[in-house]
C-alpha cells in the first residue's frame, strides 16, 4: 500500500474502533456468568473491565501509528499483526461489559487521540525505539492485568479468564518486540509512561 492507503487504513480502524462494532477472531476465553454477583461485585467488576478496554482502545491507536512510522514492511506488517490480535481484547471487554451492564469511558475519544500521539512520536525515534516502547509497554500492562486479578472478585470467573488470557498475550508480544530488536528506555521515559497509565486507569476507572 502506498502512503494514503495507509493512512486511511489508520483512519478506518479508528473510527471502528471508537464507533462501530468490533468482532474477535477468537472465541472469549470463557462462557458469560457474574448472575452470582452482588452489586458491589459487579460495580468493581464493570470499572476495571472498563479500565483494561480502555487499555485496548489505546493499543489499537498506539499500534495504528507504530505501523504508520515504521521504516520496514516487515515491522510495519507486525504492528498491524499486534493490533489484530488485540483487536479479541478489545471485542471480549466490550462484550463483558455489556454482560456485566457497564459502559466504556466516555473519554475513549480523548484516550485513543492521546495514544495514536504517542505512538507517532516512538516511531518517530526509528524502529528500534519503537520496538522498545511496545516492550515497555507490554510489560507494564502485564504488571496491571496482574493487579486487576488480584482485585476481581472471585466469582467473576469469565472477568478473570479474560484478563488472564490478555496477560498471555500482552507477554508475547512484547517477546516478540523485544527478540524484533527493540531497545531499553531510559528510565524517565519509562517513568512517564507509567504516570500517564495512572492518570488514565484512575480516570477510567470511574468516567
Not at 96 to 108: C, M, P, V, Y
Not at 112 to 134: C, K, M, N, P, T
Amino acid at each position: 500500500m502506498n502512503p494514503t492507503d495507509d493512512v486511511l487504513v489508520a483512519l478506518d480502524n479508528g473510527l471502528r474502533t471508537l464507533f462501530g462494532t468490533v468482532h474477535a477472531s477468537r472465541p472469549a476465553p470463557a462462557a458469560p456468568s457474574g448472575g452470582d454477583l452482588d452489586p458491589g461485585q459487579r460495580a468493581l467488576s464493570g470499572a476495571l473491565m472498563r479500565v483494561n478496554h480502555v487499555g485496548e482502545v489505546c493499543a489499537q491507536a498506539l499500534y495504528q501509528a507504530q505501523a504508520l512510522t515504521a521504516r520496514t514492511p516487515e515491522l510495519r506488517e507486525q504492528m498491524r499483526r499486534a493490533a489484530r490480535e488485540e483487536t479479541d481484547h478489545l471485542a471480549w471487554t466490550q462484550r463483558r461489559l455489556d454482560e456485566l451492564g457497564d459502559h466504556a469511558s466516555r473519554l475513549n475519544p480523548l484516550w485513543y487521540a492521546g495514544a495514536f500521539g504517542i505512538g507517532l512520536v516512538a516511531g518517530r525515534f526509528g524502529d528500534r525505539v519503537s520496538l522498545g516502547f511496545v516492550v515497555e509497554t507490554e510489560r507494564q500492562v502485564e504488571q496491571h492485568l496482574a493487579g486487576h486479578l488480584q482485585r476481581l472478585p472471585e466469582a467473576d470467573t469469565a472477568s478473570r479468564a479474560i484478563v488472564e488470557q490478555m496477560m498471555h498475550d500482552e507477554a508475547r508480544h512484547g517477546a516478540e518486540a523485544l527478540a524484533s530488536g527493540g531497545a531499553e528506555l531510559p528510565l524517565p521515559v519509562r517513568a512517564l509512561m507509567r504516570a500517564a497509565a495512572k492518570v488514565m486507569t484512575l480516570t477510567a476507572h470511574r468516567v
